[in-house]
């Protein structure tokens, strides 16, 4: 039977125990038994597919990863504790001293961290590309770059990158494509449809959706994820099994979560475009976004964050957030409760300020993670905190 992504994903689950349940029962082992020396060698020997220790594998990881595979129509796959450990081991697992690893300026802060403090320590150059000049993607290709990282929609600035040029450019110069997926999540774009090798995600975002769990994963290609296996399985950034089983019942409803996330905000965007006290509003499905016509080439929806930028700067940012009455002040996205942040002052602190001016962090920032409340109540409570600020 040929089924939908979406269907098989829901319908994927570990075998039924003689116990016959109808949801997965958690698997919280850390290791498993063997009936005798020689299939336990044979498991060690990698000539049988048999957990052996949950560092490894473990029936609840196995199934969150499976799905995650056919939802981004990967090879494979190896799901981490957190979204961080997911993107350090993509980088690790793959890049040797003396290789060159080419990134969009924007990224998430902490990925800024291990680019700049950590990849240099072992050799490994790194250089910038600005997201608001494509061309410079091909210029900033050296012999020895290896890969080429990128987030589309950027955090928090909601730049578009064109997925499809850097991945023809990476196809060409037979560079390995690597893309943090997190915002659009694999039911809002393909990234596998442009040629990326790799894709990495925070599942604590939308893929929880319910701001309960911690937890990362890298898909891709087989050969590239049995590097971050091998890597994942001798350093330790094991998914728990309660988080992979959390994670794995989420990615059930995720599709008609999105559905209403995007369609909120979508609201929420244009109903806040006009407003006097915004000098700017930022969400990838308006015709007024810099990089429209690439957002909807490449995504199905626009996704679940809008962000602004108030015209009283910081000082109106503070004063906004201090006015909200119902959503949350919180560091997360992607919850099913509405959250605004200020990403200046907390996610990407540690960059100065010249490196949050050049990728579009303005101080006075806000973005709001629009969760799953009546749209009416979340604009009211916006509407309110801006007419005080
Ligand atoms: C785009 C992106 N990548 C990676 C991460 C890191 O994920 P985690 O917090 O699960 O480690 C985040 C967290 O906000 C993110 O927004």
Redo the contacts with the bound molecule.
């Keep these: 039977m040929n089924q939908d992504a979406i269907t098989r994903a829901i319908r994927t689950q570990i075998e039924r125990t003689g116990e016959m349940e109808h949801s997965s029962p958690l698997y919280l082992t850390s290791s498993f038994c063997f009936d005798d020396a020689e299939s336990m060698r044979a498991a060690f020997a990698d000539e049988s597919d048999d957990n052996i220790y949950s560092r490894f594998s473990n029936p609840n990881v196995n199934e969150f990863t499976d799905k995650m595979c056919i939802l981004e129509g990967a090879e494979a796959g190896y799901a981490t504790a ?4 997911a ?1 350090f081991a993509s980088f690790m697992a793959v890049l040797k001293s003396g290789d060159h690893l080419l990134c969009c300026n924007a990224v ?1 802060g ?2 800024h961290t291990i680019i700049t403090k950590y990849l240099p320590r072992y050799g490994i150059e790194y250089s910038y590309v600005s997201a608001d000049r494509p061309e410079e993607w091909e210029t900033s290709i050296r012999p020895n770059t290896k890969m080429i990282f990128l ?1 589309t929609p950027t ?1 928090p600035g909601l730049n578009i990158i064109d997925l499809g040029h850097v991945g023809a450019l990476a196809k060409k110069h037979n560079i390995i494509f690597n893309v ?1 997926n ?2 659009a999540t694999p039911l809002g774009q393909k990234p596998v449809d442009y040629g990326a090798d790799l894709i ?1 995600h ?4 939308w893929l929880d959706g319910q701001g309960r769990v ?3 994963i890298v898909v891709g290609k087989k050969d590239l994820i049995n590097d971050i296996h091998l890597f994942c399985r001798s350093t330790g950034p094991a998914l728990s099994p309660f988080n992979a089983w959390v994670l794995s019942k989420s990615l059930e409803t995720l599709d008609v979560r999105m559905e209403r996330h995007c369609a909120n905000a979508l609201f929420i965007a244009q109903s806040l475009e006009q407003h006097p006290k915004i000098a700017f509003l930022k969400y990838p499905f308006l015709p007024s976004h810099p990089q429209y016509d690439i957002a909807v080439k490449q995504m199905k929806n626009g996704g679940g964050i809008v962000c602004f930028e108030l015209k009283g700067g910081l000082e109106s940012g503070r004063a906004f957030l201090n006015n909200l009455k119902m959503l949350s002040v919180t560091a997360n ?1 992607g919850d099913t409760r509405s959250i605004a942040s200020h990403p200046a002052s907390t ?1 990407h602190g540690k960059l100065t300020e010249q490196e949050r001016a050049a990728v579009n962090i303005t101080p006075g920032l806000i973005r709001i993670s629009v969760g799953l409340e009546q749209r009416d109540d979340i604009l009211n409570d916006l509407q309110q905190a801006l007419a005080a600020c």
């Design positions: 957190s979204g961080m450990s993107v998430f902490s990925t987030e955090n943090d997190c915002f990495v925070s599942a604590t975002k911690l937890g990362g996205l996610t």
